[in-house]
C-alpha cells in the first residue's frame, strides 16, 4: 500500500457507544475491538504456518540435496573454537522461496525473514543479514552450478530425463546499468585518472586526520573508491576490446559503426536489442531445457547480441555436465547460422531450425529446402531435414518447452539482474533453474507413475 495522507495518531479515536435513538431502549452491548492490549500466544512456529505452505515443500526438497560442497567450506567443527555456521540448507532454502516469489534483493530477503512468516517458518530462529545471504549467492558460482548438475543427474539415473532432444532458448535480461553509464574509449581513461587520485586521497587522508572517521567509515569509503577503480579499469580493458573488434568489422564497409562504449557501472554490459525492438543495457540468457520433461538441463550468460553462436558451446556445456551429447537440438532461427549448424551435426546431433527465408524462397519459385552452393554435408542434410512434415512437428515441441521455462522465469521476476558482472548474473540464472527443476520434478515423478500406470 501507497503512504497515506494521514497518520494513524491524527484518526479520531472511537467513542462510547450512545444509545439507540428509541424510546424505552438502552445502550446496545458491543464486543468492541482493543488493539492494545497485551496477549501471550503458546504456539510455535511449525503450528501457525499453514500445512500446505511451499515454505514446507521447498524445505523438503532442499533437505534431500547433497550440499558437501557448502559443508567443506566450514571452518567451524565440533570440538573446536569458532563460531557456528549458518546451515547451508537454510540458505539455499530461502534463495529458492525468495525465487518462487519474485525476490532477487538481499535485503528485501533480510526484511521478510524477520516480517514474514514462511520466511519465519524456515529461519527458525536463526538470524541472517543481507551480507550473509548475499555473499552466499555470488560467491558460490562453482557450487550452485555442481547443484544444477546434481538434481539433473539424479533424474537421469532414475530414467525420468534422458536429453534425447533438448530445445534452447535465449532471453533478454536487463543489466543493473544505465545508459548514461556508458562511456567512449577517451573519457573511460579521464574517468580511470579521477578514480586513481581518488583512492590515492583517501590513503593520504587517512594518514594524516586518522580521528577525523571511524575504521569502519574510512574502510567503507576506501573500499568503495577502489572497487570503482577497478570497474573503470576493467571497462577501459573492454572499450579497447570493442574498438578492435568493430574495426575488424568495418573493413570494407563504406559506413562505419559507432564508436564502442563501455559501462562503468557493469563493464559486462551490453546495449543489446529486446523482444519490444529497444535497445538497452543487458545479458543474453540461455537455456536448454529437456522437451520429454520441461527440466532445465544447461544454463548460460553471455553479453552476445544475438544467439547465433550460442549453440555450440551449450553443446560442450552438457556433455561435460553429464558426459551425454544430445540426439537432437531444437533452436529458433536467431541460431541457425550455417556455422553453428555444422559444428553441432558434427557431434552427431540433429538440428531442427526454421530455414532463413523459406517463404519468400518459395514466393520466388525456389525450393528452400534443396541444397545450396555454400551448404556442407551436414548443412544440406539439415535444410532438407527441414522439409519434411515430421521434422516440422517436432520442431513445434520447442516453443512449448524453451518459452515455457522463460515464460516461469519471467512471472517470478526475472526482469532485470540485481547482481553486476557476468560471473554473477550467470549464478542468479542458475538459481532460477534450480528453482524450477526442484518445484517442477515432482510433476515429472508424478507423469512418470501415471505413464506406468
Given amino acids: 500500500m501507497t503512504d497515506l495522507p494521514f497518520r494513524s495518531d491524527d484518526l479520531p479515536k472511537p467513542t462510547p457507544v450512545q444509545a439507540a435513538k428509541v424510546p424505552g431502549r438502552g445502550v446496545p452491548r458491543l464486543r468492541v475491538p482493543h488493539r492494545d492490549q497485551v496477549e501471550y500466544s503458546w504456539t510455535s512456529l511449525d503450528e501457525r504456518l499453514d500445512p500446505d505452505s511451499e515454505a514446507r515443500m521447498v524445505w523438503a526438497m532442499v533437505c534431500r540435496l547433497d550440499l558437501d560442497a557448502w559443508l567443506a567450506d566450514i571452518k567451524a567443527v565440533v570440538g573446536h573454537v569458532g563460531r557456528d555456521a549458518t546451515d547451508p540448507r537454510l540458505l539455499v532454502a530461502l534463495w529458492v522461496f525468495a525465487t518462487l516469489r519474485g525476490v532477487g534483493s538481499a535485503r528485501e ?11 519465519q517458518w524456515l529461519c527458525g530462529g536463526v538470524s541472517v543479514n543481507y551480507h550473509t545471504l548475499a555473499d552466499f549467492r555470488s560467491q558460490g558460482g562453482e557450487k550452485w552450478d555442481a547443484l544444477l548438475t546434481q538434481i539433473v543427474a539424479t533424474l537421469m539415473a532414475e530414467g525420468l530425463v534422458t536429453m534425447d532432444r533438448v530445445a534452447q532458448d535465449g532471453m533478454r535480461v536487463r543489466a543493473d546499468a544505465g545508459r548514461s ?40 569509503r576506501e573500499r568503495a573508491a577502489r572497487e570503482r577503480q577497478e570497474r573503470v579499469a576493467e571497462a577501459v580493458r573492454q572499450c579497447e576490446e570493442l574498438r578492435r573488434k568493430k574495426g575488424e568489422r568495418d573493413k570494407g564497409r563504406k559506413e562505419k559503426t559507432s564508436e564502442a562504449r563501455a559501462s562503468t557501472t557493469d563493464p ?19 537455456f536448454a531445457t529437456d522437451t520429454a520433461t520441461g527440466i532445465v538441463v544447461g544454463v548460460d550468460v553471455t553479453n552476445a547480441g544475438t544467439d547465433s553462436e550460442e549453440m555450440p558451446p551449450m553443446l560442450d556445456q552438457l556433455e561435460a555436465r553429464y558426459e551425454v551429447v544430445p540426439g537432437e537440438m531444437l533452436v ?22 526454421p530455414v532463413k527465408d523459406a517463404q519468400k524462397q518459395r514466393q520466388a519459385g525456389k525450393d528452400p529446402y534443396v541444397r545450396k552452393p555454400h551448404d556442407t554435408a551436414h548443412t544440406a542434410a539439415w535444410r532438407e531435414r527441414m522439409g519434411q512434415e515430421m521434422s516440422q512437428t517436432i520442431y513445434k515441441l520447442r516453443a512449448q518447452t524453451a518459452e515455457w521455462v522463460n515464460a516461469v522465469c519471467r512471472n517470478r521476476g526475472f526482469w532485470q539482474m540485481p547482481v553486476r558482472g557476468t560471473v554473477k548474473c550467470r549464478i542468479l540464472a542458475t538459481l532460477y533453474a534450480v528453482t524450477h527443476n526442484l518445484t517442477h520434478q515432482g510433476n515429472v515423478r508424478a507423469a512418470a507413475i501415471g505413464a506406468k500406470g
Fill in 332 to 353: 529458433d532461427g536467431g541460431f541457425a547460422s550455417l556455422d553453428a549448424i555444422d559444428a553441432t551435426e558434427r557431434r552427431e546431433c540433429k538440428v531442427y531450425a
Fill in 181 to 220: 553509464s556508458f562511456r567512449t574509449g577517451g573519457r573511460l581513461e579521464e574517468l580511470l585518472q579521477t578514480a586513481e587520485d581518488q583512492v590515492e586521497t583517501l590513503k593520504c587522508l587517512a594518514e594524516t586526520d586518522s580521528e577525523e572517521l571511524t575504521n569502519q567509515q574510512r574502510a567503507a
Fill in 109 to 119: 530477503l533480510e526484511r521478510l525473514c524477520k516480517d514474514h512468516l514462511a520466511y
Fill in 268 to 286: 559486462d554490459a551490453r546495449n543489446i536489442k529486446f523482444s519490444d525492438g529497444g535497445y538497452r543495457p543487458g545479458f543474453n540468457v540461455q
